[in-house]
């Protein structure tokens, strides 16, 4: 039988033949993976009856928040829900 080298079901052929990284574990692209993912993360939100709400801030600010957040072991979105629901609250 002869060896072809787009055969890969035979691996006793290609024992010897390193190839690099790691195996691969998903026969999706990484590309339609990103996309698979961020479609499931978007239902799980939905489920939970999360919203999203995108706002830019200063980098003194961000910092600030990213200080504040882990020195109450929280996520920078926790604290900022916890923030608006105390500011709403007044």
Do not use: H, W
């Not at 052929?13 to 026969?27: D, H, Q, S, V, Y």
């Not at 504040?68 to 923030?83: D, G, M, V």
Request: aromatic share 2%; charged share 35%.
């Amino acid at each position: 039988m002869a060896k072809i080298a787009t055969d890969r079901t035979t691996i006793d052929l290609f024992a010897a033949e390193k190839r690099p990284g790691r195996p691969k574990t998903n026969p999706l692209p990484r590309e339609e993976q990103l996309r698979l993912n961020k479609r499931n993360q978007i239902r799980r939100d939905k489920t939970k009856g999360l919203k999203r709400i995108e706002c830019k801030v200063s980098e003194q600010l961000y910092q600030q928040l990213d200080t504040k957040a882990q020195a109450l072991q929280l996520t920078r979105s926790a604290l900022i829900e916890q923030l608006l629901a105390e500011a709403l609250a007044k």
